[in-house]
């Protein structure tokens, strides 16, 4: 199948109450092991490039890849440039064929969030692309590698997010309830009432970054309250260092087994989005749009 868009992916979670999982790429390992859950679990599967990991995966290598899995697997598949910051990027994944382009004005204030993000949509819908837009501002820093704790301060406002859907026409919003990324400092405790009530006043599928470290439970709950779309990339990070460390430890630092190691990798990786893809709810609605 090709490649779809989030919008296509989205809406049918939204409406069935099931969360599909972001899952970053920095290689071609990550990727493959994306794969191997999603085809195992018979879930679709939303693939993200961060701009910030734009240095350790070359985009026109490896999204030809992409394309022919989506072409022989019978999921859907979603490509999604993650956190894009600049026109640079924005330009460079719609050139490479992306469905979906997050645009992360979070950093921005209010009126230029939003001038920006609907030129992002003028310019991303008039060939098909789906936009995902962020208001109020995740903690800690995409890509991980921070123990962080979001700040209430820069939770996302409710009459604003309303404006902000409005005003931008983005197909998803990422919201900021107490949700971080990297490792979470402390258990997060998410603002579930202000979730609730962003969902009431805004008519499109939510998002919730910093997915790493949030309970089963709270994913449920958040869920049942218009999150469509989960983030995910410190825990795949996590499992692939741990793997890496056991298997140094056990084997030694033989030369050829390097092979055998990176395949129980992407063994450890792919265990790890195979669970999170139970937890939201998306195993066996492969396509389902
Ligand atoms: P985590 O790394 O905290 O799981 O967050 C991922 C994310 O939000 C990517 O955009
Ligand atoms: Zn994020």
Known sequence: MPLVTLKEVLDTAYREG????????IDLEFL??????????????ILNIAEV??????????????????REEHFDMV??????????AIERAIANGFTSIMFDGSHLDFDENVKQTREVVKMCHAVNISVEGELGAVGGAEGGGLVGKADPSKY?????????????????????IGNSHGKYKGEPDLDFQRLKAIRDAVAVPLVLHG????????FRNAISLGIAKINFFTGMSEAAIQTTTSY?????TQYNDYPMMMKEVKESVA????EQMEIFGSTGKAANH
């Open 211 to 218: 997915g790493s470290g949030i309970s089963a439970a709270d």
């Open 18 to 25: 099931y969360a599909v999982g972001a899952f970053n790429i």
């Open 271 to 274: 265990a790890v989005v195979a």
């Open 79 to 88: 490509l999604n440039l993650d956190h894009g910051l600049t026109m640079e």
């Open 53 to 70: 990991h734009f240095p350790f995966v070359n985009l026109e290598h490896i999204v030809p890849v992409v394309k022919e899995i989506a």
């Open 156 to 176: 996302t406002d409710v009459v604003q997010a309303k404006e902000f859907a409005r005003q931008t026409g983005v197909d998803a919003l990422a919201v900021a």
């Open 32 to 45: 493959e092991a994306i794969v191997l859950a999603a085809h195992r679990k018979n879930s679709p599967v």
């Open 248 to 252: 140094v430890q056990r084997i030694g």
